[in-house]
């Protein structure tokens, strides 16, 4: 049973991450069992020092907490926004906080990012 709602949460997640592709005002990340995950299913995670329009983690940090990126042409959907992070890419920010995931989950449903150093959090609808 968990399997199955996990296939369709999955299925449901890259049809939305499609239809925002094709420039359709889709969420860029779904609900799974009260967090943000991303089409895949991996868990999305919040950086305390970020500001609703900025990144604080670049370069060795964006390596361990990749920013859940925003493809070319993506827009602002209800409480979805695109921020232009140092690099020049566009990130996701859900509520005015930017969206990572974590090199350490492995699996979809993995959490083990929430509460490192005390700054990361799981990102929560």
């Known amino acids: 049973m968990k399997l199955s709602i996990l296939a369709l949460t999955v299925a449901l997640g890259l049809g939305a991450c499609d239809a925002y592709a094709a420039g359709h005002s889709s969420a860029p990340a779904i609900e799974a069992n009260g967090i943000l995950t991303n089409a895949e299913g991996m ?23 990749p920013p859940l990126a925003a493809g070319e042409g993506a827009h602002d959907a209800g409480d979805f926004t695109v921020i232009t992070r140092d690099d020049g890419t566009t990130q996701w920010a859900y509520q005015g906080q930017p969206l990572y995931l974590w090199v350490n989950d492995r699996k979809p449903g993995d959490t083990t990012g929430d509460g490192v150093g005390g700054k990361w959090h799981l990102a929560r609808p």
Do not use: E, I, V
């Not at 868990?43 to 907490?65: I, M, V």
């Open 43 to 65: 868990s999305l995670y919040t950086f305390d020092p970020d500001t609703a329009t900025t990144s604080a983690c670049n370069g060795g940090c964006a390596k361990s907490w």
